[in-house]
């Protein structure tokens, strides 16, 4: 049985220029996780359901459970060191650890504290979304908002925890994707699923089809292709959504599928967020031998151009979105985003 730190230290030599900071990092992450965990796992007996009261920059209602998380992640990422700045989907600007031990961090990290926390009172799967990028501003001096603004392809770690019937911790430094789960007997993140990768045909499909009306045709015609009568390419598809962005990746990189959260005639950027939602899950699911895109291009080849940018998304098994961009570009190419 291997923990997470000791599989860290083992893969830290996979960096010829690592010298522990980027270990430590993680080891942070790891720890906030812990005792979001713990709250998550007590929050029917605590006072910390419902809403908190005040929104967040997308002006969605905040729920306790999301400041709590927010904080507890700042907290550890601020108390470690290694991490110069935050971008935080629930803070509208930068957070920069004003201290001298702090700005000679090495790494930025982008971060969706709790995602799916709609789903809290009902008892539903939800999780944290991070990325980590290492700083292109000189050390010394606080991180700034262009260390955050890098494709993704130049990711330096990626991941989330998914706290469900179990907590696992899944992540990636761009050598595969590797799953721990929890063990609150010893307190310890056990290795669990080595070398994920997503299987090459799957048969799931995850979207809100409550909003079909508002779809582009491309993802219309999509829907009606899987839902055809074809025993030969295993269609029907099974349609799941849970509505947590986590919890229906986590399920499709097991048993292969696609997500998909398209742009709309109302909203023709889409709902999720670039830096902290679509990039780090784009990074993963390549990285276990999927594909994500936004119906037209690779996710992780998009320049952000500010904190809280959105798009569409489309994520899985590489069969399955490619046959969505196939859709898209033959049934709404005005869809297309332009760099």
Known sequence: MKTLIEFINEKQADFP???GEFSR???DIGIAAKIVNREVNRAGLANILGYEGSENVQGEAQKKLDVFANNEFL???K???QCCAVASEENENLVTFESDFSNKG???????????SSNIEVNVSIGTIFTIYRRLSETGKPGTVEDLLQKGLQIAAAGYVIYGSSTMLVYSTGKGVNAFTYDPSVGLF???HPELRIPPKGNIYSINEASYIYFPEGVKEYLRYCQEDHPESHRPYTTRYIGSLVADFHRNLIRGGIYMYPGTRKKPQGKL???YECIPIAFLAEQAGGKASDGFRRILEIQPRHLHERSPFYVGTTEMVEKVEYFM???SPEFEIKD
Do not use: E
């Open 17 to 19: 220029y690592a010298t």
């Open 25 to 27: 990092i993680l080891n």
């Open 75 to 77: 907290k550890a990422l």
């Open 79 to 81: 108390n470690g060191g």
């Open 106 to 116: 090495r790494y930025v990290v982008a971060i969706d504290p709790l995602d799916g």
């Open 190 to 192: 056990i290795l669990s």
């Open 273 to 275: 967020r670039l830096l």
């Open 329 to 331: 570009k033959y049934f």
